[in-house]
Nanobody, 113 residues
Framework: QVQLVESGGGLVQPGDSLRLSCSAS????????MGWYRQAPGKPRELVAL?????STNYPDSVKGRFTISRDITKVYLQMNSLKPEDTAVYYC?????????WGQGTQVTVSS
């Protein structure tokens, strides 16, 4: 069983930056994909950043140019710049291994003046 723990969320003002971290209980070198998702109240969970084992990345237009996903041996990061109020949500990390998907419990990001 792989445990994932997100951290780094908080309350920030529009235009600020945050860096989220997702710490895994094991090496993620063998993972197929690693991603960050978010869910705002009353809305479905959506993908905001994805990185494949080979290093290719994918972002929706809503965050492209502002968010950057990266990884090391046991962590996945999400650098978020130029934050907007519409980025407010609970952010989740998901890692896909050949034997299944694992999710963290989420970290709250609130962007408000």
């Amino acid at each position: 069983q792989v445990q994932l723990v997100e951290s780094g969320g908080g309350l920030v003002q529009p235009g600020d930056s945050l860096r989220l971290s997702c710490s895994a209980s094991t090496s993620i070198v063998s993972a197929n994909t690693m991603g960050w998702y978010r869910q705002a109240p009353g809305k479905p969970r959506e993908l905001v950043a994805l990185i494949a084992s080979g290093g290719s990345t994918n972002y929706p237009d809503s965050v492209k140019g502002r968010f950057t996903i990266s990884r090391d041996i046991t962590k996945v990061y999400l650098q978020m710049n130029s934050l907007k109020p519409e980025d407010t949500a609970v952010y989740y990390c998901k890692i896909n291994f050949r034997y299944g998907d694992y999710w963290g419990q989420g970290t709250q990001v609130t962007v408000s003046s």
